[in-house]
């Protein structure tokens, strides 16, 4: 069984400041990985995902993660928060090589102080 | 890049009424289509998963009969939530998944803007 844990439901950081929310993946075979932001009453957005290519991965609106394989970690930052970057953010993992379900992890909600 | 589509994007019902919520992929073809429910303030959780052509698998503690799935074309699922009561009151979200053969984008699941369901 596949699951996903982020530590932190509410991460608050001033605007400019680095911006680091966690996730932690437990998987019995190779994952796919993926992050989601979510804006108010709206549906999810691909930021970026992990599919055993790059460790490091870049994605939209200058964030990145990196999978950690001995951390069992996929962790999500950006250099510089702006105000725009307030949201709700889903860590999530795949099964099946990436063919099967997600699995969401609780959400993380940035909040970003000017 | 890949559109997932919802309608209504917002409804309020009585109670004992039923609500059909549409999913439709804009510019392809998806053979797969998920539905999930957020409460507020939490993650997704997935209630279904929709095959074109045949029946919905749901996830336990789902009620079939409750929340029909159809998926009667590659680019449209449907969810009716039958006689709805207040406690089915949440913002359902429906993925669709991109079989293309080529790029990124493959196996990708694209989601819809969401349906806020409110029932009195």
């Known amino acids: 069984a596949q699951s996903v844990t982020q530590l932190g439901s509410h991460v608050s950081v001033s605007e400019g400041a680095l911006v680091l929310l966690r996730c932690n993946y437990s998987s019995s075979v190779p994952p796919y990985l993926f992050w989601y932001v979510q804006y108010p009453n709206q549906g999810l957005q691909l930021l970026l995902k992990y599919t055993s290519a790059a460790t490091l991965v870049k994605g939209i609106n200058g964030f990145e993660a990196e999978f950690k394989k001995s951390e069992t970690s996929f962790h999500l930052t950006k250099p510089s928060a702006h105000m725009s970057d307030a949201a709700e953010y889903f860590c999530a993992v795949s099964d099946l090589w990436g063919q099967g379900n997600l699995i969401f992890g609780k959400g993380t909600k940035l909040s970003v102080k000017p | 890049g890949a559109v997932v589509s919802q309608h209504p994007s917002w409804v309020i019902c009585k109670s004992g009424t039923s609500v059909k919520i549409e999913c439709r992929s804009l510019?392809?073809?998806?053979?797969?289509m998920f539905w999930y429910r957020q409460f507020p303030k939490q993650s997704l959780m997935l209630m279904a998963t929709s095959n074109e052509g045949s029946k919905a698998t749901y996830e336990q503690g789902v009620e079939k009969d409750k929340f029909l799935i159809n998926h009667a074309s590659l680019t449209l699922s449907t969810l009716t939530v039958t006689s709805a009561h207040p406690e089915d009151s949440s913002f359902y979200i429906c993925?669709?998944?991109?079989?293309?053969?080529?790029?990124?984008?493959?196996?990708?699941?694209?989601f819809g803007p969401g349906t806020r369901l409110t029932v009195l």
């Open positions: 510019d392809f073809q998806a053979t797969t």
């Open positions: 993925s669709a998944r991109d079989l293309g053969t080529s790029g990124s984008s493959y196996n990708e699941q694209f």
